[in-house]
T-cell receptor, first 115, second 113 residues
Framework: DGGITQSPKYLFRKEGQNVTLSCEQN?????MYWYRQDPGQGLRLIYY???????QKGDIAEGYSVSREKKESFPLTVTSAQKNPTAFYLC??????????????FGPGTRLTVL | QKEVEQNSGPLSVPEGAIASLNCTYS??????FFWYRQYSGKSPELIMF????GDKEDGRFTAQLNKASQYVSLLIRDSQPSDSATYLC?????????????FGKGTKLSVKP
């Protein structure tokens, strides 16, 4: 089955710790995205990558880091510099062909809680 | 900053009625328009896309696009309680800090039995 997987489903972090959220896709999509969603809020873009070894900051990149060493994988690290990291984190991917393949497909999400 | 606006709701309709969800966008150059459904605690799921002016029907769902008015809507006929969810409108954009899609904040729909 093709799809996007995220792990873990739930993650608890102590203040001052860095944590890494996993995102893997086997859809052969070029583009991958990380969003943050707070209760009752919309999606806010953290980082995105359109090609291996390249990525761009989204609207709320501060306190986060990413890597894109393989087409299938786009892990997100939430660093201790992120002051309010408790949120629902969503990974997505797309073919990214303007006008024909813009739609993004989402993984199931990781719920991060800072203790 | 390009924007997509939606009424946050909640929009409450009785079972069997037509639910109408609306979205406006700021970028006149946008070409692709999407509707996602998000159940509470779950990730968004793509339910409709539309590229051309007019209507596009898929089962109980109809997407409507008016590029001149920069307006896109989603109609849900014969609404069911299982349609109760938040509906996100998304519009394409390229480059910059917003990525390739700009999402609205969503409209919460409640279908009452």
């Amino acid at each position: 089955d093709g799809g996007i997987t995220q792990s873990p489903k739930y993650l608890f972090r102590k203040e001052g710790q860095n944590v890494t959220l996993s995102c893997e896709q086997n859809l052969n999509h070029d583009a991958m995205y990380w969003y943050r969603q707070d209760p009752g809020q919309g999606l806010r873009l953290i980082y995105y990558s359109q090609i291996v070894n390249d990525f761009q900051k989204g609207d709320i990149a501060e306190g986060y880091s990413v890597s894109r060493e393989k087409k299938e994988s786009f892990p997100l690290t939430v660093t201790s510099a992120q002051k309010n990291p408790t949120a629902f984190y969503l990974c997505a991917s797309s073919i990214d062909i303007p006008g024909k393949g813009d739609e993004q497909f989402f993984g199931p999400g990781t719920r991060l809680t800072v203790l | 900053q390009k924007e997509v606006e939606q009424n946050s709701g909640p929009l409450s309709v009785p079972e069997g009625a037509i639910a109408s969800l609306n979205c406006t966008y700021s970028d006149r150059g946008s070409q692709s328009f999407f509707w996602y459904r998000q159940y509470s605690g779950k990730s968004p799921e793509l339910i409709m896309f539309i590229y051309s002016n007019g209507d596009k029907e898929d089962g109980r769902f109809t997407a409507q696009l008016n590029k001149a008015s920069q307006y896109v809507s989603l109609l849900i006929r014969d609404s069911q309680p299982s349609d109760s969810a938040t509906y996100l409108c998304a519009v394409n954009s390229y480059g910059g800090s917003q990525g390739n899609l700009i999402f609205g904040k969503g409209t919460k729909l409640s279908v009452k039995p």
